[in-house]
């Protein structure tokens, strides 16, 4: 189920920020003591961030925000209208949580931005997320090196109901 962040999820949401695991593609954890410090009573509360929720627990979280110019890193203004990021905890992986959750995501966001694309980017040595952009139908852009590995940047388009 995907829902609005809770207090309940402050410390599965540090776990996440922490987890050496979770970050192996992402620049590596932060450290558990500054998030303790940081992260506030209720985490992540901004639109378009979404709380998986399995069995009343958090396991992990989607977001899409707007992807422009000022975005960090690779950006290509010219496509996308939002990019999307998902972070799960470990036990999670596996069981099909991050394409079910990434795919009522994404139907969120059709129906909320009707025509509007979304683009993804991932290393392409991340195997588990270059395999959740091709089941989403996300379709490769480009490749690019940074952070000394190579990057992957793809688009996904809303299907549109023809005549």
């Not at 990021?85 to 099909?96: C, E, K, N, S, V």
Request: glycine share 10%; proline share 7%; charged share 25%.
């Amino acid at each position: 189920m995907l829902r609005a962040s809770e207090a309940r999820d402050r410390a599965a949401f540090i776990e996440l920020l922490a987890s050496p695991e979770v970050h192996t593609y992402l620049g590596g954890p932060r450290p558990r003591a500054e998030l303790e410090r940081a992260v506030p009573e209720i985490p992540g509360r901004q639109p378009g961030l979404f709380v998986i929720d399995f069995d009343g627990a958090m396991v992990g979280m989607v977001k899409l925000d707007r992807h422009d110019a000022e975005s960090p890193g690779h950006i290509r203004p010219d496509i996308g209208g939002a990019e999307i990021g998902y972070l799960f905890l470990p036990d999670a992986w596996g069981r099909g949580y991050a394409a079910e959750a990434c795919a009522a995501a994404l139907d969120w966001f059709a129906d909320a931005l009707p025509g509007t694309s979304v683009v993804l980017r991932t290393q392409t040595a991340n195997e588990r997320s270059m395999r959740l952009a091709a089941k989403l139908g996300f379709t490769e852009v480009e490749r690019y090196e940074a952070y000394d590995a190579e990057q992957w940047f793809g688009v996904w388009s809303p299907v549109t109901p023809s005549g």
